[in-house]
Each structure stands twice: as C-alpha cells, then as structure tokens.
C-alpha cells in the first residue's frame, strides 16, 4: 500500500510541474527563515551557559529607586562586606574594565583594549581552562597575568610565555603567570588578558577601600537558591555599611549570568557584550508569519488544484478507494512536499550562513541535533496546518459530482464562499493583507526613526572632527602639548583640544552636586566631564548664557564650571551664571560661568542627563582635532607623522567623530536592514498569495462572468460585484493592521528617549496602496475573463 501511495505522489508531482514548484518554493522560503532565525536564537540564549555553575552565579546591580536607573559597577570595598554578612556566598569575584592599552614585549607592540583585572578566585566562579599555569595561584599577586591561547601565539609564537614580563602604557610591568583557552563567542565577558586585581592597590589603594568609587563588577556565587536575601536584606546591608540616605534610595539587585546578555539592555556603566531579547522575539515572530504565510499559500494552491484533480479522485473512488485513503494520499503528499523543501532550506541556510556571519560578526552553523529536531517538528505542524485541509476537500469529493461536473458549486463553496460568508477564503485573504501592512508599515517607520537619528542635532558639530587616543602614562600631557602645538601650526587645523569623556562614550564620573548653601538632601546627580579649555569651542557647543572658560590654561580655570540646559533645570535656576556649586572637589565651590545647550553625549536611548563641564590637566584621554572641510584625510597622514616623532612606543589611533556616533546605531541598522529582507518576503508571499486566491475565485466565477456578459453587464458591473465581495475583507484587515503596527513600532521607540512622532501618513498610503492593488489585480483578471469568446467559455464549463 505505502509503494502505491508512493508512487502516486510522485507521478502527481511530476504531472503538475509549475504547481509543485511554487508550492516548494514558497515553503523553503519559509522554512530557510525559520532555521537561520531559530540558529539565531539558540546562539543568543546559549550565552554564558558553558560555564557549569551557571545557574547559581549573578553579577550585583544597583538600583535608584528615584528613576528606575540601574547600573553595573559597584564600589570593590562591598565584595568582602556582602560575603561577611550573607553566608549563602560561596565565592565573589570583582572585575575591573582596563580599557585600552599599548602592550609591548621585545619588538612587539600593538595596541589592545580587551584587558581586565579580576581577583585570583574568579576561576573557582566561572570556567575558563587552563593550558599552562595553576588556576589557584595564576592572580594572587599584583602584576600577575593570563593571557589567552591566541593573545600568547601573538606575542610569544610558540615560546613558552609563563614568567615573561609584558609592559602596558609603557610604565606597568606585569609578569604572565598562565594560558588559558580562548574565551567562547557567546561569552558576555570577552578579554585577551587578565591581571590580579590587586595591582589596583599599587596605583591607589584609597579605590580599593573607599566606596565613593564605583568601578568594578561584582559577581557571585551561591550555595543553593537562597540569593533572593540579598536583593529583599538591601536596605539594611546599605544603611549598615553605607547610609540611612543611601538606603532609601538605592537597591541591591542580583541578575543571573545567563540573563546577561540578552536582558541586560538598558544597563549603565556596562562591560557585558549585549544582544537584544527583542530582537530575537521580533525575528522570530516575522519568520513564522512567512512560514504561515507559506502554508496558507499551500493550502490555496492545493485547494484551487481540485478541478485538475477532480476526475482522479473520481476514478480511484469507483475503484474502491474510500475516503480516508484519499485523504491520507493527500496528506503525505504535504508530506513529501515538507521534507524536499526543507533539505532545499537547509541548502539555503548554507549558502547564507557565511554572508549572514560576516554581516553579524558572528560563527553561526548549522547543528546536526538542532536540524534533526526541527525537522521532525516540521513534518509534524506543516501537513497538519498545510495539509489537513485541501485532504480534507479533496477526499470529500463524490463521484456523482464528478460525472456530473458539478462538483464546483457542491464542493468549491466550501473554498471560494458565498459573498455573505466570512469564508476560508475570506479568513486566508484577511491575515495575509494584515502580514503585508504590518510588516510594511513598520519597516517603513523603523527606517524613519534611524533616519531621524542620522539627521538629528547633536547639539554639537560632528564633522570634520579626528579623535586620538592618548595612551595612559606619564608622557600623557606631553604628548597633548606637542600635538597641540603642531596643530596650531598646521594649515589644515582649526583647532585642538581634549577631554577625558567625549561623545558618543557619555561619561564615565558622576558626583552629587548642589549649589552653595543647600543641604544634602537636595543633591543632583550629575554627568562630570574633565575637559582642556578650549574643548567646548572645539566640538562647536552653542552658548546660552555667559562664555567658554576663561583664559587657556587648566590653573586659571580650575574652579570654573560649564552646565547644561538640563543641569540649570535640575538646579532650578533661570540665570546661573555667578552661582556656586560644590561636590566636585570636596566642600570647595565652583563657579559657573556658562550653559550650554542640551548636547547628545551618549545614545538617542538615554535622556539628556545634567552635565557639568570642569578643567582639569589630566583631561587628555582623547585629543580632539578639528580640521577644515574636506581635508580630514590628508590631516591624518599629517597626524600620524608627526605622532611617529613624538610617541615613537605607541600606535597611532584614531577615530572620526561622526563614524564613532553611528557605530552607536550599527546594531539597530543591521536589524532594520535583516528585517526589510523579511519583510520583503512576507509583502511578496502575501501579495502573491492573495493574487492567487482572487484569480482562484474569479476563474471559480467564469460561468457567472460570462452569463453577466450575454445579458448586457459591463465590465466595470461585473468589477463592482467582485469588489463588493472583498472590500468588507480588505476594510477589517486595515482596522486590525493599523493598531498592531502602531503597537510594535510605539513599542521599539520606547527605547528611544528621542523618537520620531508616528503620524497617520503611513497607514493612509500603505493602506491605500493596498486596496488599489487588490482592486487592479480583480480589474485585470476579470477583464481577460471578459475577453474569452462566449462560445468557447460555455463549452469549457
């Protein structure tokens, strides 16, 4: 029985060649977007979870009670205090961002920024094995060092590396203590060297003990399931080792190592390597509407087949074949259908791999046991949801219909649907005109808000602006100076200056400021940018009260201090110019002399926060150099010369300012740009979808179209009937669009402080754009059924 079942499938593949084919194709489609999404997915969510004790380790977060703001680092004096008063703790680990740094062993010299220091446990909480080295005692001095396999053959080749000394900025000698394995991909913690916490102490011991400075990341692990204690015991743990005010203010809250990555999106002060739990929600939601969309298109096609395949089911009937031997035909053949388009996906999902893992900066590949499952999920949901329907049509057809030729108007209702039925078809054509709009309409506002980002006022002028990175030694202001002094002379140089925190990095200090002779309780929390002079006149900030610091010296403007708009609101002033604020330099008094206006310093996602300006001589982190227009790349080659001369130990590097600000966006471009590509799809399998169900029902009608023609009807009667058939349809599929795309976009931007207003534009001229095709297709076929010859349409009926 399975041989004739068999082999009647593949005869009737064979037999309807162009039907077969768009049925394949339209289920690979939808089967290559569910795979590459759910490899996706599965990369994303595996995250963190090769270290073994994953379960049970958290990394600490801060919590401001006031605005919901919530913060990765920590002072490192709260580790020992947490493991004292909670004996859940088995074991803390700080982490500290080095930030980039010059290396050099010998002759080698690159520059490196992924560097961490960590305590000497931190290999008794998470795993990352050793190649050569004792895990226990590898960071248990200051100056001691792992580096990774890779980072070890860059440097050393082959040579055994433990007990070299490497030198970082030129004036720290650390010693290599171990090798370990390269850390995995799918690591939220991503570093080519680690040192000992401790050298922290060689530097200033005062950051290691004091908690006004928060810089470390502190993660934890537990004995069992009792970590809730510490997030619900916070306010007594910060009132005993902090204060009543802290206290109440602030709240402890513990985030498991594998939620890092993908929910930890709106955290500040963050070293985690983060994706998007909604962009993996959003995908994934758009490739299965494809793949349903490529069902119904199944269901259409197979359905509108019956007249072709009438006459042999009528036959295998009078032979003897019951019901449910027609319907189980039909069904393995959705079958058959399913497992040759999804070894055709897979093909797919093989070719764009490589392309999609250059594009993303990721290793994805396809997983034999992933395949396998889904697999078997595919030709599990796919015949029932494709299949189960036109079997169960086809195998209702009577032979008495058959010989008749009337098997249309018994059996085809059931498809096509009185005008006055919210028919199957009806239903197919509903959801596939709600996919099109949706997805339409928001890519087509996707797009809008990242074009208002590219075109927004940054409240500074971007262009024409080179950023250097000063390596951090004692040569740091020489440099400046020298680069200063050559920029002056140079032709193509406006101007130079330089700033420990510049744009789009935000900041990186914070300090509760309040003006002269208010109490505590009226602190602000403000973004504190150490600057050069002349930075604010560099970067082009517009004034709105008083001036730019005065003189150029950082002596002359040392207690002097520049706000933002937003500052001066917080601070509740109209005109601050002459009012004194203290907090930066302990109860000494600052003075400021101007405002300036609101400036992006960090991502579109954040809010405007109150920033003070203050000069500082150690503010030379980053040499800002503004040339003149349309000279940036022969500025450049002046630049690196003249910094070969005067830092022959150090690599030139350099970044333009406005490429640095759409670097912020490059994620959310790259996603736009993925989900226009799904979005493509979905248009064009819905419009073709819909197209072939119109031309299905009108085909279905002929007979009708052609009495209508013998009794005077024109073509435009003949267009408004049918109109009056789907406009009803097309109506409720917009009222239902409209909001849900209104919702998923609204939703997106909430993650944008500063967003495009949605207008009703959109959804009018999509939704008009919609009808109008709807409208012609049902013109256009009607008119070629009005161009039959009458004679030749009756007898073919």
């Not at 339409?440 to 940054?458: A, F, G």
């Not at 250097?468 to 020489?478: G, H, K, R, T, V």
């Not at 299905?696 to 009708?704: D, M, P």
């Not at 409209?738 to 402080?753: A, G, M, N």
């Amino acid at each position: 029985m399975f041989k004739n079942i068999l082999k009647v499938t593949i005869n009737s593949l064979l037999k309807h060649k162009s039907a077969t084919l768009i049925k394949i194709l339209g289920l690979s489609i939808g089967l290559t977007c569910c795979l590459i999404i759910s490899i996706y997915a599965i990369d994303e969510f595996k995250y963190d979870k090769f270290h073994q004790k994953h379960e049970r380790i958290f990394r600490l977060l801060t919590v401001d009670k006031r605005n919901g703001e919530i913060s990765a680092d920590q002072p490192a004096v709260m580790l020992q205090h947490l493991i004292n008063e909670y004996p859940e703790i088995k074991e803390g680990t700080r982490i500290f961002s080095w930030g980039k740094s010059s290396v050099k062993y010998q002759d080698k010299l690159f520059l490196e920024r992924r560097i961490f220091l960590a305590d000497s446990n931190i290999f008794k909480i998470f795993d990352f094995p050793f190649i050569i080295g004792d895990p226990i005692n590898a960071l248990n001095t200051p100056y001691s060092l792992v580096i990774t396999e890779s980072t070890a053959k860059k440097y050393f080749g082959n040579k055994n590396p433990v007990g070299e000394v490497m030198l970082f900025d030129n004036n720290q000698i650390f010693t290599v203590k171990g090798v370990i394995k390269d850390v995995p991909v799918n690591s939220h913690l991503m570093f080519d060297f680690l040192g000992s916490f401790s050298s922290l102490s060689k530097v200033d011991n005062n950051i290691l003990t004091s908690w006004n400075y928060s810089f470390s990341y502190i993660y934890l692990l537990f004995n069992n399931n009792s970590y809730s204690q510490v997030s619900e015991k916070s306010e007594g743990f910060l009132k005993k080792y902090r204060n009543e005010r802290i206290s109440k203010i602030i709240n402890l809250k513990l985030e498991q190592l594998s939620s890092i990555h993908l929910k930890s999106y709106d955290t500040k002060s963050d070293i985690a390597i983060k994706g998007s739990i909604k962009f993996i929600y959003a995908f994934s939601t758009i490739a299965i509407l494809i793949l349903i969309i490529a069902c119904f298109n199944f269901t259409t096609l197979s359905t509108a087949q019956t007249r072709l395949r009438a006459k042999e089911i009528g036959v295998r009937k009078v032979v003897g074949a019951n019901q449910t031997n027609i319907f189980f035909q039909f069904m393995f053949e959705t079958v058959m259908f399913t497992a040759i388009s999804f070894s055709l996906a897979v093909m797919l999902s093989l070719f764009i791999l490589p392309y999609l893992n250059v594009y993303l900066d990721k290793q994805l590949s396809l997983n034999f046991s992933i395949l396998a499952v889904l697999f078997i999920i595919s030709l599990i949901v796919i015949p029932l949801f494709a299949g189960f329907y036109p079997a169960f049509i086809l195998s209702r057809l009577k032979p008495i219909f058959i010989i008749k030729g009337d098997f249309d108007t018994q059996i085809l209702k059931s498809v096509i649907g009185k005008s006055n039925n919210f028919s199957f078809r009806n239903i197919v054509v509903l959801i596939q005109i709600v996919f099109a709009i949706v997805a339409l309409i928001s890519t087509i506002l996707i797009y809008k808000q990242l074009k208002y980002i590219d075109r927004i006022n940054m409240g500074f002028d971007k262009e024409n602006l080179i950023v250097i990175e000063n390596p951090n030694d004692d040569q740091m202001q020489s440099r400046y100076d020298a680069l200063h002094q050559f920029g002056m002379s140079s032709t193509n140089i406006e101007s130079v200056s330089a700033a420990y925190d510049i744009p789009p990095k935000g900041a990186s200090s914070y300090y509760k400021l309040r003006l002269e002779g208010k109490s505590k309780e009226e602190d602000i929390q403000m973004a504190a940018i150490a600057v050069d002079p002349g930075f604010l006149n560099t970067i082009k900030c517009s004034f709105i009260f008083g001036n730019n610091f005065v003189g150029n010296s950082s002596t002359s403007n040392s207690m002097q201090v520049i706000i933002n708009e937003s500052a001066m609101r917080s601070l509740n002033l109209s005109n601050p110019i002459g009012e004194k604020i203290i907090g930066l330099d302990g109860a000494n008094p600052f003075v400021i002399s101007g405002v300036i206006k609101n400036i992006y310093y960090s991502s579109l996602r954040d809010k405007v926060e109150p920033m003070v300006f203050y000069v500082q001589p150690w503010a030379n982190a980053y040499i800002v150099i503004k040339t003149k227009t349309n000279i940036v790349k022969p500025t450049i080659e002046e630049l690196k010369k003249n910094w070969e001369q005067i830092a022959p130990n150090h690599i030139f590097q350099y970044s333009l300012m406005n490429q640095n600000i759409e670097s912020v966006y490059i994620q959310d471009q790259k996603a736009a740009f993925l989900f226009s590509i799904f979005t493509f799809l979905t248009i064009s399998l819905s419009v073709f979808g819909v197209i072939g169900l119109i031309s299905f029902t009108i085909e279905s009608s002929i007979k009708e179209i052609v009495l209508r023609k013998i009794f005077g009807a024109s073509i435009l009667n003949v267009n408004l009937i049918f109109y009056k058939k789907l406009i009803g349809v097309v109506l409720i599929s917009i009222l239902i669009s409209s909001p849900l795309s209104y919702y998923i976009v609204e939703s997106w931007l909430q993650e944008f402080s500063y967003k495009v207003n949605i207008t009703f534009v959109p959804f009018l001229l999509i939704s008009g754009a919609i009808i109008v095709l709807i409208f012609a297709c049902i013109s256009l076929l009607i008119y070629r059924g009005n161009k039959l010859n009458i004679i030749h349409a009756l007898k073919q009926l």
